[in-house]
């Protein structure tokens, strides 16, 4: 019998052998169970070979092959290799990381889905006349005129018109007269005209046409409104001809269903499927198999969705390529954005990073060659301009509420003319703060080095970094005043200002307190599209890349936060931030306007941001990070510990440097504590290290991560961060 070498999903970076459970020959990427312990555990099949790591009598037999899984393919198996490579993470934990949870359980598949299905006409089914279904079969003749009156049908549905339809959709089905796909979601647009194309766009595709069959990275660098979304729709045309797959990621599962309505409506006769955290794992087993088996030719997502098995991947999109939500933060701390990259290569296909504010590390790629750049820099909507941005100084005007005179103004205007108008700032909650007058006591995390947000609507405080909540104190647990007071404002805050201030205005406020149900994002969209709000509220959420054709104020409070912040990645997301949220209006005809209150107005960043200059800033914040030896002149990992004390983690940080032999071009930076220096009940510290040449720090990782692995540290717990966004 033939020698598996098995990856687990264990914290250890090795393989495991067996003897292989029956004498028919496996194939490498299957799914098998093996004993492991005192339990069964599912792993894959990496290796196959006659001989042994272990002596034969210790070697365990695995206990069954899963052959009604298919295997995983070798190009994925690659990929996977290549993030355990790089981002120094067992094997074993990348693969279970990428694949379905269905998959890693040992519980048998279900046999049959229980996903509901929708049948839809396919051309064929089109072309098959009604006529040519004798009278007498009139069930037969009812479905079908169903199906050419609506183009689908579900089963139920299908039960409904007749008990002997469902026996019939089978018969179709074997015809090929209509096709069994899942259900889709219930926003959808209809379909829009075709668009002239701007000539920027005609110059992006042709670009990109011409070298469609070979591994590029574009750079879709478009203002906000620029039309980089018909880019797309025409590059994956092309493709779809070729009857190549189309790898779709984005950011946050809020800007799916706008992306995926959007594609369905171009492209009605494509299997398309959407893979995001929400999905029921059956849901996420059945998209992944019929990505898979080639049957879904457009596959949308966000970052995990990098890891699908696609055997006929023609390109890949990575829409607002600049968002840090394509980093996973824990466990594989994997950028999408460039494991994307490296899957595009290795497939010879090219990827396209779309966006109004790149990445620095993208952008300089971009400016010095090593990718492709495409710039589109005038808004696609005839006459649609960019909004005018103006600055209100709070150091000399009054606040309402948070509120300024001329915003108060501009949203009274906005609403006498009966367009939208959206408040952004980045906090959820009611006031970021609980204070006590007369002691000055904060209501902060026991388990956290933050301050507990006040949450009025539910009446508690609650951290925003561990979950952690508690009543509202009815006075202050070190004084005992009652003269408690909520500081600073939120969400919840400036919507009751709102609405005290336009009594008769339909606010809507959206952060992630009130979109965390599936169905939220949906009617949030819808109601914003049919005009059923006038002001919104919102975070971030509300910023990135969606199309609302009439909003044309947008206000922007309490933006100063990260101006003077230690994070050297701060401003750049600022940057990108204020020229995401001010993208946002002004995208049809109606001109858009944008205010922000801050205390700095001179600031680069305000100026640059006013005359919408990315490349200006771009340029500035490049400089800086040449001067300081930070990305995208440097590459940086983290080595991060967490332990019950700090000095725990300190000291495991100061062995780590122990072992560090003098190595040429790594800079080794001192232990120092974390931003969050202490986060759900654990102390944390991290060291940097950098270097200007990305081998020599790849190198020098595996090296550590070896010595690393073998330090005694049963009070710590520590993971190293490959491109780090987050300190
Ligand atoms: P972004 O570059 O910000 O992603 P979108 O792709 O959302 O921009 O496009 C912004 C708006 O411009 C959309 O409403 C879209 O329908 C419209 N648009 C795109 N291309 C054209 C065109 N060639 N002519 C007219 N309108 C267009
Ligand atoms: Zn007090
Ligand atoms: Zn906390």
């Not at 952060?511 to 919102?538: P, Y």
């Not at 995401?580 to 922000?596: H, N």
Request: aromatic fraction near 8%; charged fraction near 20%; glycine fraction near 4%.
């Amino acid at each position: 019998m033939a020698i598996i070498r098995v990856a687990l999903d264990v914290p250890i970076d090795s393989l495991f052998d067996y003897i292989a459970p029956d004498a028919t020959p496996p194939d490498v990427g299957s799914f098998v169970r093996v004993p492991f312990g005192k339990k069964f555990m599912i792993g894959i099949i990496m290796t196959i070979s006659d001989d042994a790591h272990v002596p034969h009598d210790k070697l365990k037999q695995a206990e069954d092959i899963l052959r009604n899984i298919p295997p995983i393919p070798p190009t994925l198996i690659e990929l996977f290799e290549f993030c355990s490579r790089y981002y120094h993470y067992p094997i074993g934990m990348v693969i279970m990381n990428g694949v379905p949870t269905r998959l890693r359980s040992i519980k048998p598949l279900p046999q049959r889905s229980i996903t509901p299905f929708l049948f839809r006409l396919t051309e064929t089914g089109h072309a098959i006349a009604l006529s040519s279904i004798p009278g007498r079969n009139k069930t037969k003749h009812h479905l079908l005129a169903h199906l050419k009156e609506v183009g689908n049908i579900t089963s139920k549905e299908a039960k409904q018109l007749s008990p002997r339809a469902p026996k019939l959709l089978q018969e179709f089905l074997v015809q090929g007269w209509i096709e069994k796909i899942l259900m889709e979601p219930e926003f959808t647009l209809n379909a829009p005209p075709i668009l002239q194309l701007t000539t920027e766009q005609i110059t992006a595709i042709n670009a990109i046409q011409a070298e469609i069959g070979l591994f590029n990275t574009w750079l879709l660098h478009g203002i906000t409104g620029s039309g980089k979304t018909e880019v797309y729709l025409q590059v994956t045309s092309m493709l779809l001809k070729q009857k190549r797959q189309i790898l779709i990621l984005v950011p946050e599962i809020n800007l799916t269903p706008q992306l995926e309505a959007i594609f369905r409506s171009r492209f009605p006769a494509t299997r398309l499927i959407s893979l995001h955290s929400k999905l029921n794992p059956t849901e996420r087993i059945n998209g992944w198999l019929q990505a898979q088996r080639g049957e879904a030719s457009i596959v949308l997502g966000t970052r995990l969705t990098i890891f699908t098995p696609l055997p006929r991947l023609g390109l890949i999109i990575v829409d607002e390529e600049h968002d840090h939500s394509f980093k996973q933060q824990d466990g594989l701390r994997y950028s999408a954005r460039d494991v994307a990259i490296f899957r595009a290569k290795q497939a010879n296909i090219p990827i396209l990073l779309g966006s109004a504010t790149p990445s620095l590390e993208s952008y300089y790629n971009a400016i010095t060659g090593r990718y492709r750049w495409i710039h589109l820099r005038t808004r696609a909507v005839k006459n649609a301009t960019l909004p005018v941005i103006r600055y209100v100084n709070t150091r000399s005007v009054q606040l309402k509420e948070g509120l300024s005179e001329p915003l108060l103004v501009a949203l009274e205007k906005t609403l006498t003319q009966k367009q939208q108008s959206m408040v952004f700032i980045n906090r959820r909650g009611y006031a970021p703060v609980l204070l006590c007058k007369s002691c000055t006591w904060l209501a902060t995390c026991s388990r956290c080095s933050s301050r507990l947000v006040v949450h009025l609507t539910q009446k508690n405080l609650r951290c925003h970094y561990c979950g952690h909540t508690e009543q509202l104190p009815q006075a202050c647990p070190q004084c005992g005043d009652q003269d408690l007071m909520p500081f600073g404002h939120g969400t919840q805050r400036i919507e009751a200002a709102l609405a005290k201030f336009f009594p008769h205005a339909r606010i809507l406020r959206v952060d992630r307190d009130n979109t965390r149900r599936k169905e939220a994002w949906q009617f949030i969209l819808s109601a914003i599209h049919e005009q059923q709000v006038d002001i919104l509220v919102g975070t971030q959420l509300l910023a990135k890349g969606h199309d609302f054709p009439n909003l044309s104020l947008v206000g922007v409070l309490n933006a100063d936060t990260s101006l003077y912040s230690i994070d050297f990645r701060a401003e750049e997301r600022l940057f990108a931030q204020l020229i995401q949220v001010a993208g946002r209006a002004g995208r049809a005809e109606t001109a858009g306007e944008v205010l922000i209150q801050t205390e700095f107005p001179d600031h680069p960043l305000y100026n640059a941001l006013k005359h919408h200059n990315y490349d200006a800033y771009a340029q500035i914040l490049l400089k800086e990070r040449e001067i300081t030896h930070f990305p995208p002149y440097t590459y940086q990992a983290l080595l991060n510990a967490e332990a019950p004390q700090i000095a725990t983690a300190l000291n495991f940080l100061t062995m780590a440097i122990a072992l560090i032999e003098p190595t040429e071009q790594i800079e080794i930076f001192d232990p120092v504590p974390a931003q969050m220096a202490r986060l759900k009940g654990l102390e944390r510290a991290h060291l940097l290290v950098q270097s200007c040449s990305r081998k020599k720090l790849q190198l020098f990782l595996s090296d550590w991560y070896i010595k690393l692995s073998k330090i005694p540290h049963r009070k710590v717990r520590w993971t190293l961060d490959v491109d780090p966004l987050e300190f």
